[in-house]
């Protein structure tokens, strides 16, 4: 699949021992006997073994879906931890470690080499490489 590599070193960075103390509540998925209404406040989990899974099955058609599934492990974890005293470091360390990806991803989209394809003229490749180097820019 397009992109996997790429996508798999982002994901390695994600999990690195250098970010311990963030990553370590998103490396499994939530266990459900422990917060039995975490599905009512998260209908969709997901975290970063599942989303490693994923890549490596090739489950992704698109960088753009992989991303989306980071973005929902950090945001999941904000969303049902923020306002709870005693979980919001949680809800912290997914704060950070979204800074980290949304920081991390526009490089990493910009690494994943553009398919040939007959309808990509040369003047829309031209166009999405300076987008996708702008975003790099932000």
């Known amino acids: 699949e397009v992109g996997t590599e790429e996508c798999l070193r982002l994901l390695e960075k994600l999990k690195s021992g250098k970010y311990a103390k963030h990553n370590f509540y998103f490396l499994a998925p939530v266990p459900l006997a422990m917060f039995p209404d975490y599905l ?7 975290d970063l073994s599942t989303i490693q899974n994923k890549l490596e099955q ?3 058609s698109r960088p753009e879906d992989f ?3 980071v ?3 950090f945001s999941n974890a904000i969303v049902y931890n923020e306002k709870v005293k005693e979980r919001k470091h949680v809800a912290d360390s997914g704060k950070h470690m979204m800074r980290c990806f949304e920081r991390w991803w ?9 398919l040939d394809s007959p ?17 790099g820019r932000k």
């Open 119 to 135: 309808r990509m003229t040369p003047q829309l490749e031209a166009e999405c490489r300076r987008i996708v180097a702008a975003l």
């Open 106 to 114: 526009p490089e990493t989209l910009a690494s994943i080499p553009v």
């Open 67 to 69: 991303a989306k599934d």
């Open 71 to 73: 973005r929902r492990t």
């Open 58 to 60: 090739g489950q992704y």
């Open 40 to 46: 009512e406040k998260c209908p969709m989990p997901m």
